[in-house]
């Protein structure tokens, strides 16, 4: 069955400092995958997706991930961290039918 | 003006009452998903709907139930709330119509919706 797990409930940088964010999913086929940000109170907007080819994508607000097959992988990645980037993550795999499963999310917290 | 829409933003109802979220979308997208969300599990879909004669399930049906009156709307109700349904429900959107183009899902702002 399809499944995301995004290890890291809680995560704390300074602002500045460069961010990684975890996920692993399990999929049979060739995955599709997607980082969306929620801010709070706010709905879910897309930061970047996979769907073939170059296996590093980038995304807005500077943010990057890699699709690593081997590892099961599509950890996603900023070099600095600003303040406004508070907010969480979630990671999706879409199936042939276009539904999405989601991890359980990632809380970022930036410090001054 | 916001491609997905959702009504209302926030709800307070009691145990037992019926309640309907609404959504709509001016994307012309042929699918739309509910979801909920509740803090620690991530999104989780409830139904999701291909076209206006295609109505699924998703993973957490129970005790809701969805109505596509057209294209553009797509209708969750809790045909008898309790409190263990509260919780921040979302509408999404995406268009099929390429197959391996595999659009991203376009979400709404989400229903806070509380039962007591």
């Known amino acids: 069955a399809q499944s995301v797990t995004q290890p890291d409930i809680h995560i704390t940088v300074s602002e500045g400092a460069s961010l990684e964010l975890r996920c692993n999913y399990s999929?049979?086929?060739?995955?599709?995958l997607f980082w969306y940000v929620q801010s709070p109170g706010q709905g879910l907007q897309l930061l970047l997706k996979?769907?073939?080819?170059?296996?590093l994508v980038q995304g807005i607000k500077g943010f990057e991930a890699e699709f690593k097959r081997s590892q099961s992988s599509f950890n996603l990645r900023k070099p600095s961290v600003h303040w406004s980037d508070a907010a969480e993550y979630f990671c999706?795999?879409?199936?042939?039918?276009?539904?999405?499963?989601f991890g359980s999310g990632t809380k970022l917290n930036v410090k001054p | 003006d916001a491609d997905v829409t959702q009504t209302p933003r926030n709800r307070i109802t009691k145990t037992g009452k019926r309640i309907m979220l609404e959504c709509s979308q001016t994307?012309?997208?042929?699918?739309m998903y509910w979801y909920r969300q509740d803090p620690g599990l991530g999104l989780r879909l409830i139904y999701y709907?291909?076209?206006?004669?295609?109505?699924n399930k998703g993973e957490i049906s129970d005790g809701y139930s969805v109505s596509r009156q057209a294209q553009a709307k797509f209708s969750l109700s809790l045909e008898s709330a309790i409190p263990n349904q509260t919780a921040l429900y979302f509408c999404?959107?995406?268009?099929?119509?390429?197959?391996?183009?595999?659009?991203?899902?376009?979400f709404g702002p989400g229903t806070r919706l509380t039962v007591l």
């Open positions: 999706a795999v879409g199936d042939n039918f276009n539904k999405f499963y």
């Open positions: 999929y049979g086929a060739t995955p599709y």
């Open positions: 996979y769907f073939s080819g170059d296996t």
């Open positions: 709907s291909f076209d206006v004669k295609d109505i």
């Open positions: 999404a959107t995406s268009d099929y119509r390429t197959p391996r183009s595999y659009n991203e899902q376009f």
């Open positions: 994307k012309g997208h042929d699918r």
